[in-house]
């Protein structure tokens, strides 16, 4: 069965830091991951997939298979990145299953 | 911009009654899914659809919940008898056919069971 873990809930950071939000995964196959966002009041949007492997927003996510792994990162926070992050995984019939999710507040 | 539509945008029942839910997904998308997202957690997926069948369904309470999409183009997602743990947040979503391809997301139907 495939499973996606966030453990953070809530991360806190101030405008100009550096941030992650971790994103974990069980998947026996070979899985592609996503990362959406939902900012206030808007729907559920793709970010970015790690088989795009570009960065969207200053935002990027490296797929480590070893740790099972898809950790978004962005080196300077802005206040605009302040928003509901999901991590998806999507399997072999197309399904797509999400974490739990980590809200990011950016500090001014 | 094409999008996902879903209808009604909120929805109060009482317990015990049938309530319904309708999406309908962006032209050409073969496969669709529907979601349930409580308060403070991430969507669950119900039901997939690929065309008019049903892929995945192990999600779905089959005893009061039912989802169609009889013509493989839009769908309704059934809940009868709601109980006051059915309130939540139902998203739809579509994507093209394919292998783990973008999922596009509708505003959702907020649900309260009173």
């Known amino acids: 069965a495939q499973r996606v873990t966030q453990p953070e809930k809530l991360l806190s950071v101030f405008k100009g830091a550096p941030v992650e939000l971790k994103c974990n995964y069980s998947?026996?196959?070979?899985?592609?991951l996503f990362w959406y966002v939902q900012y206030s009041r808007q729907r559920l949007q793709l970010l970015l997939r790690?088989?795009s492997r570009e960065s969207i927003k200053g935002f990027t996510a490296d797929l480590n298979k070893g740790e099972t792994s898809f950790h978004l990162k962005k080196p300077f926070a802005q206040e605009e990145d302040s928003a509901m992050y999901y991590c998806a995984l999507s399997g072999g019939n197309n399904d797509m299953r999400f974490g739990a999710g980590t809200r990011l507040t950016v500090k001014p | 911009e094409a999008e996902v539509a879903q209808s009604p945008r909120y929805k109060i029942t009482e317990k015990s009654q049938a309530v319904a839910f309708w999406c309908d997904p962006i032209s050409g998308h073969a496969t669709l899914y529907w979601y349930r997202q409580i308060l403070g957690q991430g969507p669950e997926l119900l039901v997939q659809?690929?065309?008019?069948?049903?892929?995945?369904d192990s999600q779905l309470p089959k005893d009061r919940f039912s989802a169609e999409r009889l013509k493989g183009v839009d769908s309704t997602l059934k809940i009868q008898p709601a109980e006051l743990g059915d309130s939540a947040m139902y998203l739809c979503?579509?994507?093209?056919?394919?292998?783990?391809?973008?999922?596009?997301f509708g505003q959702g139907t907020r649900l309260t069971v009173v």
């Open positions: 790690h088989i």
């Open positions: 659809f690929q065309d008019e069948s049903v892929v995945d």
């Open positions: 979503a579509s994507s093209l056919a394919g292998i783990r391809t973008e999922a596009f």
């Open positions: 998947y026996s196959g070979s899985p592609e």
